[in-house]
């Protein structure tokens, strides 16, 4: 019987492993859709504006999502099984966590404040809010099944089989609308937004002193 339970802990690692991978893959592809788009709308506002480089490269605001961090060390762990449930179960908050934060403007609008004054952020935010409505669909879809997970399986940790099991299940619920959310970023009309308010942003930054500030780096 034990050796069963084996088997089948087993089976249910190498199932959630493929689920997790497929989730590491659609945050990378949405992680690459979000640093591509605003890159190149930011380099059209810089020339619209004539501001040939900016203070850093840190400072530049380019999407990237927290969770596809977690989401990369979570499915190797869980690949090589140097992961226990409970390592598991912690993995998981921590990507709620982190995707709880990558929803909405605030992440986005605060690597915008060294160009212009927080003020007029605000005043961008509902622009901010209309350009990122598309792929935070897919950000929150993330939250939700990583959220479901984490409530629905967190009383079977001591049993690794079971959670394993509840883990991989709730995970294939939400992968097809993360799939959809992903494919139905208009990566044309989401650079057309950010390259907007990157330009207001911009020429608001250029007011307040930006390029000379530049000159003493």
């Not at 530049?60 to 990369?72: A, E």
């Not at 762990?77 to 990558?102: F, T």
């Not at 995970?171 to 139905?184: D, P, V």
């Amino acid at each position: 019987m034990a050796k069963v339970k084996v088997v089948q802990t087993v089976d249910e690692r190498a199932r959630l492993t493929q689920i997790l991978k497929k989730y590491a893959e659609q945050a990378r592809k949405l992680s690459s859709i979000l640093s591509d788009t605003s890159r190149k709308a930011l380099d059209e506002a810089m020339r619209e504006t004539d501001i040939h480089r900016l203070l850093s490269p840190l400072h530049t605001p380019i999407l990237l999502p927290l969770s596809k961090m977690s989401l990369n060390a979570l499915s190797d762990g869980v690949a090589k099984g140097v992961y226990s449930s409970r390592d598991i179960y912690e993995y998981i908050l921590q990507i709620v966590d982190e995707a709880s934060y990558d929803q909405g403007e605030v992440n986005f609008a605060q690597s915008l404040t060294f160009i212009a004054d927080p003020e007029v952020i605000k005043k961008y935010s509902p622009e901010i809010k209309t350009a990122l409505t598309e792929p935070s669909s897919a950000l929150y879809t993330i939250l939700k099944a990583f959220r479901v997970a984490a409530y629905s399986c967190g009383d079977k940790v001591d049993i690794e089989s079971d959670f394993l099991t509840c883990v991989a299940d709730k995970l294939e619920r939400y992968y097809g609308e993360l799939e959809r959310h992903i494919k139905e970023i208009n990566q044309a009309e989401l650079k057309k937004e950010l390259k907007e308010l990157y330009t207001a942003v911009l020429k608001h930054g250029k007011e307040r002193g930006l390029e000379e500030a530049i000159r003493y780096f």
